[in-house]
């Protein structure tokens, strides 16, 4: 009900100012053409415009015209443009997505904890530290023979461990030499919002976030 709200505000403003600026653009002509007329009304007989200079003038006041109607096109597929994706970022509402970060996820059915990394090329060791709020270590996830691109781990922490607030530190390394292996997290979508025509999430831990930082969707 309130995306259709949305979408009628946004319907109506977008006309608005549709109007506006076409009524501002013909305003705009009708002076022009007074000035041409007053101007050749009151020329010098003895040099005259010709027609190659009023041919001229009204090549520039068609080309800023059509420029104006140009113009409030775009506009008007802005609009719909930021219709359609907060239509199809309603549907993203209660659900997980997968984006850059360091924060653990709780399973609520084992207890574990999960999250994500992408590797840039193959690793032989990767080594997941399990940091809680106050930097220690709680624990360490060990994998080995990873290719490159997106894994995920987990870790079942022991019984009566504080799993709020917890992160994770990845160092991946092939043999010798170390690998770039970014952190990724899980999140729940709570709401949608439009930040100048820009798709924004409102993450359940992670706050807002541009939708294009989204690289998954459960």
Same mark, same amino acid.
């Given at each position: 009900? #309130?995306?259709?709200?949305?979408?009628?505000?946004?319907?109506?403003?977008?006309?608005?100012?549709?109007?506006?600026?076409?009524?501002?653009?013909?305003?705009?002509?009708?002076?022009?053409?007074?000035?041409?007329?007053?101007?050749?009304?009151?020329?010098?007989?003895?040099?005259?415009?010709?027609?190659?200079?009023?041919?001229?003038?009204? %090549?520039?006041?068609? %080309?800023?015209? /059509?420029?104006?109607?140009?113009?409030?096109?775009?506009?008007?597929?802005?609009?719909?443009? %930021?219709?359609?994706?907060?239509?199809?970022?309603?549907?993203?509402?209660?659900? /997980?997505?997968?984006?850059?970060?360091?924060?653990?996820?709780?399973?609520?059915?084992?207890?574990?904890?999960?999250?994500?990394?992408?590797?840039?090329?193959?690793?032989?060791?990767?080594?997941?530290?399990?940091?809680?709020?106050?930097?220690?270590?709680? /624990?360490?996830?060990?994998?080995?023979?990873?290719?490159?691109?997106?894994?995920?781990?987990?870790?079942?922490?022991?019984?009566?461990?504080?799993?709020?607030?917890?992160?994770?530190?990845?160092?991946?390394?092939?043999?010798?030499?170390?690998?770039?292996?970014?952190?990724?997290?899980?999140?729940?979508?709570?709401?949608?919002?439009?930040?100048?025509?820009?798709?924004?999430?409102?993450?359940?831990?992670?706050?807002?976030?541009?939708? #294009?930082?989204?690289?998954?969707?459960?």
């Amino acid at each position: 009900m #309130s995306t259709n709200a949305i979408s009628g505000t946004t319907g109506a403003s977008n006309a608005a100012g549709t109007q506006s600026a076409t009524a501002a653009a013909n305003e705009a002509s009708d002076r022009f053409l007074k000035l041409l007329v007053t101007q050749m009304q009151n020329q010098d007989p003895l040099n005259p415009m010709d027609n190659a200079q009023v041919t001229s003038q009204m %090549a520039q006041i068609s %080309a800023v015209t /059509g420029i104006d109607k140009l113009n409030n096109t775009v506009a008007g597929l802005g609009g719909s443009l %930021a219709q359609m994706q907060m239509l199809q970022g309603a549907s993203l509402v209660g659900r /997980g997505v997968l984006l850059e970060g360091n924060k653990l996820a709780v399973n609520a059915e084992t207890g574990a904890v999960g999250g994500g990394y992408e590797l840039a090329s193959a690793a032989t060791k990767v080594q997941i530290d399990i940091v809680n709020s106050s930097g220690a270590v709680l /624990g360490t996830v060990t994998q080995a023979g990873k290719p490159s691109g997106r894994q995920s781990f987990e870790w079942v922490p022991p019984e009566g461990t504080d799993t709020s607030n917890l992160t994770f530190k990845v160092t991946a390394m092939n043999n010798n030499t170390a690998v770039s292996a970014t952190p990724l997290m899980t999140d729940l979508v709570n709401a949608i919002n439009t930040t100048d025509g820009t798709l924004t999430l409102e993450l359940l831990n992670g706050g807002n976030t541009a939708y #294009s930082k989204v690289k998954a969707i459960a």
